[in-house]
T-cell receptor, first 108, second 112 residues
Framework: SQQGEEDPQALSIQEGENATMNCSYKTSINNLQWYRQNSGRGLVHLILIRSNEREKHSGRLRVTLDTSKKSSSLLITASRAADTASYFCLEGAQKLVFGQGTRLTINP | EAQVTQNPRYLITVTGKKLTVTCSQN?????MSWYRQDPGLGLRQIYY???????DKGDVPEGYKVSRKEKRNFPLILESPSPNQTSLYFCASSLQMNTEAFFGQGTRLTVV
């Protein structure tokens, strides 16, 4: 399978804490994207990082990319209950491949 | 409002009865794709289209067909559905392949 792997598969933290999830991929990429999915609904785009970028910020989100290790991480700072969702990375050049996803639960 | 519209949202059908899931986008996007999502397997790409009349197989194309006669529409066709095609299906569109994708709300298909 060309699917990347996300780590951890599930993460449960307290509201206000930071959440970090990782994505490893197998193919060469033009960019890597992160998406959020709320319980079986459509995915929502969060952030895109290009292959020549190492770090990118958007609000409470921070994404890093290490092309030598073929890995990316998504950090959500000061988590809120509304951040409870599954998070997926999407990568690929010729074909787009989703990671398996990290299920994040924020406990009040 | 920019959106991707899938229909139907829910469908229960019987084995072998042909069905079509429609997908339409209003953003003039060139790239459209179909995914299925199954527990433990994540999202897997079924078919994609780079532009009108240009379609190609994703990772799990068996049992599915698509067409792209117009830029806005990308229907998914199951000629003879089987129970292993029971899944949650998503259509997505983007300006180009590696740009921000917009997803439909999903179609939950059950084949009995």
């Amino acid at each position: 399978s060309q699917q990347g792997e996300e780590d951890p598969q599930a993460l449960s933290i307290q509201e206000g804490e930071n959440a970090t999830m990782n994505c490893s991929y197998k193919t060469s990429i033009n960019n890597l994207q992160w998406y959020r999915q709320n319980s079986g609904r459509g995915l929502v785009h969060l952030i895109l990082i290009r292959s020549n970028e190492r770090e990118k910020h958007s609000g409470r989100l921070r994404v890093t990319l290490d092309t030598s290790k073929k890995s990316s991480s998504l950090l959500i700072t000061a988590s809120r209950a509304a951040d409870t969702a599954s998070y997926f990375c999407l990568e690929g050049a010729q074909k787009l491949v989703f990671g398996q996803g990290t299920r994040l639960t924020i406990n009040p | 409002e920019a959106q991707v519209t899938q229909n139907p949202r829910y469908l229960i059908t019987v084995t072998g009865k042909k069905l079509t899931v429609t997908c339409s986008q209003n953003m003039n996007h060139e790239y459209m794709s179909w995914y299925r999502q199954d527990p433990g397997l994540g999202l897997r790409q079924i078919y994609y289209s780079m532009n009108v009349e240009v379609t190609d197989k994703g990772d799990v194309p068996e049992g599915y067909k698509v067409s792209r006669k117009e830029k806005r529409n990308f229907p998914l066709i199951l000629e003879s559905p089987s129970p292993n095609q029971t899944s949650l299906y998503f259509c997505a569109s983007s300006l180009q392949m590696n740009t921000e994708a917009f997803f439909g709300q999903g179609t939950r298909l059950t084949v009995v």
